[in-house]
């Protein structure tokens, strides 16, 4: 079983609208959840962080973690292109380890 | 913004030569690793190294070899490039601190002939 999965998608939604992404995790020990965006042939780039049960807002971007039943999800409002890329959920284990999905690929359509 | 630097940023070579990839950073983190990934697939842990002279073999056996001689400096070297080495290498760096992000350099896009 894999620590993080991720619904790979593509993922299409239309320019304005809400972007909803997903990933669920084994290890119920993990305390740090983060979510990167990646452009296609670049590196991954950090964009939101969550610790806590709850939402955590930073402009457009909501990260909500729900450690009962061990989910983790990004939702990004009033989706413009320049948010397509690949979202990657990635988290940090009690062997002190990253570990990250396999990424979903969102497409915003103008 | 992070400070982790990987050079070069592109590389062909052909098989059978050695090549080393450089990756620095000045924030003074004690945590760095070594990814691969192939597009559209997930991040592979090739190496990681928890402060000078401290390395350690990741989940994916690339037939590289690291070394950390200072804290800023984690070089990944291939002993004889193959085609089947052919990816993006990634550098990222994170400190001892509970809950730090983990910070990515640029990536270092390897082709082999």
Sequence with gaps: ?110 | EADIYQTPRYLVIGTGKKITLECSQTMGHDKMYWYQQDPGMELHLIHYSYGVNSTEKGDLSSESTVSRIRTEHFPLTLESARPSHTSQYLCASRTDRANEKLFFGSGTQLSVL
């Design chain 1, 1 to 110: 079983q894999k620590e993080v999965e991720q619904n790979s998608g593509p993922l299409s939604v239309p320019e304005g609208a809400i972007a909803s992404l997903n990933c669920t995790y084994s290890d119920r020990g993990s305390q740090s959840f983060f979510w990167y965006r990646q452009y296609s042939g670049k590196s991954p780039e950090l964009i939101m962080s969550i610790y806590s049960n709850g939402d955590k807002e930073d402009g457009r971007f909501t990260a909500q973690l729900n450690k009962a039943s061990q989910y983790v999800s990004l939702l990004i409002r009033d989706s413009q292109p320049s948010d397509s890329a690949t979202y990657l959920c990635a988290g940090f284990n009690t062997g002190n380890q990253f570990y990250f999905g396999t990424g979903t690929s969102l497409t915003v359509i103008p």
